[in-house]
């Protein structure tokens, strides 16, 4: 079965998530063009955008924040053996002799499904949702319709992933990116919890977390790695883990962690004996408090900090090794992530730029007959290419099981520094224009400033 054909699992079923009807004699695109037919003719992409923010009746950060104790919504029912290896995906398989990164037709496919989800529902929701600081539900809901949170979830666990799809992810990430930064982290936490399960979860985790993910009522979910301290190192974190007799006890602040007040289930890094490890938290723990974060990029994504005072969590919500590993390679693979966003948003910016600097009129003719002007425009997309080529490189070892480590911090460097400097590039070709929120240039230029700061939130 191939990726796109996966998707006539559960949703594209009668009845199913995305209920739209079907009959086993339709090929792989059928499903594909009946989805879009579904998502064109729903009243989703109308509302995006149009509804006032009291309607909504989600986390709001305010530019003042506030803080508020967690509660749970649901209750996670324990299932499962204790110790026992959850399914994994399988390396994808990767061509032999020449070395080529062009997406597979199925990728192609996903990516195109994704591009106009962002181009006519993402795009037109992000500058409101960027002052008030959270995700339509409209714009959510859709997404879930598309089946991101199980774009990494093993087959055999009720997601469409039949082979590791770091590539495919990465792909979504980009796609989504140029729409906007901040709703595109805000659809791929969850996903990126229910990946990290299908990742490194025992079975007994996989069966008790990941129903939620793969069913109608997909709850909100995030990575929590970063913390609020000067030189802030990802890989040691101040967050800390102490064992007790019947599990552990966890202290410390998170900050950046996207859609925290609405979350359900956080993974949270701490230092457990020396090492970092991964840790399963679920909204209800006793001590969990969050608190709104507004941050100056971003913000579509509701971005909050928790603080974790003596937080009790059971032996089993290790999630991965102790020693280090698990932790490590879930910094390299949300940094991927992170790499893609910034490509996705940069390229948003050469594609706006580009007409601008060929219909801005300045001494009677247009300023792209400016060479400074060209240059300008012509080394962004010389910067923008390298970027996606190093993040591609990274996402392809990473599927097919290889060391992706080198690649990653390639790409990572690139990419925090080169985007820094397309947003910038992007501000000062649109001159005064680029410093006013009539164009969003300058939204994507504090966007892409969260690039290098960023640690966790979501992963491929």
């Known amino acids: 079965m191939s990726f796109i054909s996966s998707l006539r699992l559960d949703g594209l079923r009668p009845g199913g998530r995305y209920g739209i009807p079907t009959s086993e004699s339709r090929d792989p695109i059928g499903y594909l063009v009946a ?42 029912a324990k299932a499962g053996r204790v110790g026992v290896p959850g399914a994994r995906p399988v390396p994808a398989s990767t061509p032999k002799g020449v070395f080529d990164l062009t997406p597979t037709d199925d ?13 006519e529902v993402v795009r037109p929701a992000a500058s409101e949702s960027n002052e008030t600081c959270e995700a339509p539900e409209g714009v959510l809901k859709a997404g ?9 979830v093993p087959e055999a666990l009720g997601g469409i992933s039949e082979e590791r799809s770091a590539v495919a992810g990465t792909l979504v990430a980009e796609a989504l990116a140029r729409g906007d930064m901040g709703l595109a ?11 990290a399960l299908g990742l490194w979860g025992t079975d007994a ?46 202290d410390g602040v998170k900050t ?14 701490a230092s457990l004996e020396g090492r970092p490890v991964l840790f399963l938290v679920e909204s209800g723990a006793a001590g969990l408090e969050v608190e709104g974060d507004p941050s100056m990029g971003v913000r579509a994504a509701s971005l909050t900090r928790l603080t974790l005072t ?4 059971p032996a089993d919500a290790v999630l991965g090794e102790t020693d280090g590993s698990t932790y490590t390679e879930c910094v390299r693979l949300s940094r991927l992530a992170w790499c ?25 003719e247009p300023i792209a007959h400016r060479q400074s002007v060209a240059f300008m425009v012509a080394n962004i997309a010389i910067e923008l290419q390298a970027m996606r080529l190093l993040t591609y490189k990274a996402a392809s070892r990473a599927a097919a099981g290889k060391d992706f480590s080198r690649e990653v911090a390639l790409a990572r460097k690139a990419c925090t520094d080169k985007g820094m400097q397309i947003g910038l590039d992007g501000v000062q070709l649109l001159g005064g224009h680029g410093f006013v929120k009539e164009h969003p240039v300058e939204r994507w230029y504090r966007d892409l400033r969260a690039i290098g700061i960023m640690e966790g939130s979501v992963l491929v």
């Open 256 to 269: 950046l962690v996207p859609r925290g007040a609405q979350a359900e289930l956080f993974v949270v890094g």
């Open 144 to 152: 879930l319709e598309l089946g991101l949170p199980i774009l990494g």
């Open 205 to 250: 985790q996989q069966q008790t977390y990941l129903p939620a993910f793969t069913g109608g009522d997909v709850p909100a979910a995030a990575l929590a790695l970063v913390e609020p301290t000067v030189l802030f190192d990802v890989l040691s974190p101040s967050t800390t883990a102490r064992r007790t007799a019947d599990g552990f006890v966890l």
């Open 340 to 364: 893609a966003l910034a490509v996705g948003t940069a390229q948003a910016v050469l594609d706006y730029v580009t007409p601008y600097v060929k219909e801005r009129q300045a001494f009677g």
């Open 310 to 313: 003596g937080v009790t969590v």
């Open 35 to 76: 989805g879009l037919n579904r998502l064109a003719q729903s009243d989703l992409i109308d509302r995006v955008g149009l509804r006032k923010p009291a309607e909504h009746a989600v986390f709001s950060v305010t530019r003042d924040g506030f803080k508020v104790l967690t509660s749970a919504s649901r209750t996670f």
């Open 185 to 195: 982290v805000a659809n791929l936490a969850p996903g990126s919890v229910a990946t």
């Open 107 to 119: 990728e192609q496919m996903l990516v195109d499904v994704v591009t106009e989800y962002a181009d």
